[in-house]
């Protein structure tokens, strides 16, 4: 792979050199899937579990070529028929490497729905769409793990976003795919996703299909001193240099979060400076916050007064662990703790606040600085 221009990347995964640290949680993973341990890998979004199963995947391949390993992202997939012809175009995607294998063999592994082959439009490769009737949805997934299960390979899945096949109309989806996953003996699972209390849901409570089925691993912040040390690689590579108070500056404003960090830290090395010091880097904030000017004002049309009012009190703050307590009511001149639980709950809901083991934040790093400052 070709060296990139600006080293910090904030989308994809562009291999080892420009993955930051995770070594305890990419020794665990690897522990699990090769003692054939499925599991939960729980994060917020931006904290970086994509990129660490790409980091993980990539030093399989490098090393076990005989494992295969693919990941599908289910976020966008509104029922079980959706969430299938992903993942049969993950599966086929990754075993059947030769396109006319591909094309010989999957209208007789598929024999429950009408199989369409288009080419991609960007690859070349055959893309897999289903035409599944209504009732055929289980006799398909059967059909799919039936060819995982007899492939005989050693092969690792990882479904992203797993936790939205909880909105699917279908009843007993859960149940559905745990019975198919046990039966699986050579195929090893990641089931990651953002929503915490959903995936706790899921995979805590003894009514559910998946409960204690998986090993759970919590991502949190990168520790900062191997983050430090990554950054000022990287930019002396160049030529540049980041002062130890500029990053500090930096991993501290937004809290660690790793897409926030290395979205400051790309900008930084854009702008060019031989030095980022702490006068360049809040300069580069500035002009981060400036960019989003008008996203963010449009954030905040679309809530209530209240709701408003108290995402604000939220980002001054920074992290809340009180929210109906009389002193952050006083001080922010908030309405009354019942307006104030249900403004919450909203924001919640609609991703503007994350909620942690009790400590509530603005979800967001950079809105939570522009409503901080800009207000």
């Excluded at 942690?356 to 800009?374: E, I």
Aim: some cysteine; overall charge negative; aromatic content about 12%.
């Amino acid at each position: 792979m070709s060296r990139l221009e600006n080293p910090f990347v904030v989308r994809g995964y562009m291999g080892p050199e420009y993955f930051c640290d995770r070594e305890a949680e990419t020794q665990s993973l690897l522990q699990a899937m090769r003692s054939r341990r499925n599991v939960t890998l729980i994060s917020p979004r931006r904290m970086g579990k994509s990129g660490l199963i790409h980091h993980v995947f990539d030093h399989v391949r490098n090393n076990s070529p005989e494992i295969y390993c693919f990941y599908l992202e289910i976020f966008s997939t509104h029922s079980l028929a959706e969430f299938i012809e992903v993942f049969a175009n993950a599966v086929f995607q990754a075993l059947e490497t030769k396109v006319e294998k591909f094309m010989k063999n999957i209208y007789s592994i598929l024999s429950h729905c009408r199989p369409t082959i288009t080419p991609d439009e960007l690859t070349g490769l055959p893309t897999l769409s289903l035409d599944i009737q209504p009732g055929r949805e289980v006799h398909t997934l059967n059909d799919i793990f039936s060819y995982l299960i007899s492939s005989g390979k050693r092969i690792y899945i990882a479904i992203d976003e797993f936790q939205q096949i909880g909105e699917y109309p279908e009843k007993g989806v859960e149940a559905l795919l745990r019975r198919y996953v046990e039966m699986a003996n050579n195929v090893s699972f990641i089931f990651s996703g953002s929503k915490k209390h959903l995936m706790q849901q899921m995979f805590t409570m003894p009514e559910r299909p998946f409960y204690q089925s998986t090993q759970t691993l919590s991502l949190t912040a990168i520790d900062k001193e191997g983050y430090r040390k990554f950054a000022q690689k990287h930019f002396a590579a160049s030529g540049q240099s980041l002062t130890d108070e500029a990053f500090d500056y930096i991993y501290d404003t937004v809290m660690g979060h790793t897409w926030y960090v290395q979205y400051w830290l790309s900008k930084a090395f854009d702008d060019g400076a031989d030095t980022i010091d702490l006068p360049q880097a809040k300069l580069v904030l500035e002009n981060i916050l400036g960019e989003e000017d008008d996203n963010f004002y449009n954030y905040t049309v679309m809530l209530t007064a209240a709701q408003k009012s108290l995402l604000i009190a939220l980002a001054k703050e920074r992290v809340v662990s009180s929210p109906y307590s009389v002193e952050f009511i006083k001080k922010y001149n908030l309405p009354s703790p019942s307006t104030i639980r249900s403004s919450l709950q909203t924001l919640i809901n609609k991703e503007y606040v994350i909620e942690n083991r009790g400590d509530f934040t603005v979800y967001n790093r950079f809105f939570m600085l522009w409503l901080s400052h800009r207000h």
